[in-house]
Structures are given as structure tokens and as C-alpha cells.
């Protein structure tokens, strides 16, 4: 169904907004609240655009992106809450690529 990169959610702290792909209605309310309260407060603490993906394989990658006049982006503040993300929300990130790997990409799952 899909044969590459699928963004499925922004933040952009530059125009203070918040996407979800209409893709991804399907998933749960309280998984879409708890995207947007991590992806949103994401770039109120470092500033830039946080963009969450998932690549051609399924695996979903968090990706920050920040203007190049911007001094306010903390780029070592990114890191570090990138994997503080990677770190409290394995789980999430992981049912997220099940969710993709069987809607999106049709993936037989095994037990």
C-alpha cells in the first residue's frame, strides 16, 4: 500500500501548530491526545519542528529540524530529549509500527 516514508505527525513551533495525517484517524483518541501533548511540548522546550515518520520498513523515526536564523533552537536539548522520548514512550512507539506494520503496510504479525 505505501512504498515510502509516511510522516505521521508534526509539531512546529515556529507557526505553533500541530498535524496528525488524516491517515491515521483510525487510531485511538487517547493515542492521538498523548501524540500531541508529547509532539507539542516537545518543540515548546527546544523549539524547531519535530516531525514523527515511519520509513519504508515500518520503523517510526522521530526527525527535528530547526531554521537556519533560529538561536533559540537548543539543538543539545533536542538530542537529549529525543531520547528521553525514545526512552518513556517505547511502548507507544512500538504499538504505533505494529499499527502501521498491519493497516498500512499489511504485514502478517506472528504471536
Do not use: W
Not at 57 to 71: F, K, M, N, P, Q
Not at 81 to 93: A, D, F, H, N, P
Not at 95 to 108: R, S
Request: some cysteine; aromatic content about 12%.
Amino acid at each position: 500500500m505505501y512504498e515510502s516514508r509516511v510522516v505521521l505527525c508534526v509539531s512546529n513551533a515556529y507557526k505553533q501548530k500541530y498535524y496528525l495525517n488524516p491517515d491515521f484517524d483510525a487510531l485511538p483518541q487517547a493515542v492521538k491526545d498523548e501524540l500531541k501533548i508529547m509532539c507539542v511540548l516537545f518543540t515548546e522546550d527546544v523549539g524547531g519542528i519535530l516531525t514523527l515518520v515511519f520509513e519504508e520498513d515500518g520503523h517510526l523515526s522521530l526527525e527535528v529540524t530547526a531554521e537556519e536564523c533560529d538561536g533559540f533552537f537548543d539543538e543539545i536539548g533536542s538530542g537529549l530529549k529525543i531520547g528521553e522520548i525514545q526512552r518513556t514512550k517505547r511502548e507507544l512507539m512500538e504499538n504505533l509500527e505494529l499499527f502501521y506494520k498491519v493497516f498500512f503496510l499489511e504485514e502478517e504479525i506472528e504471536d
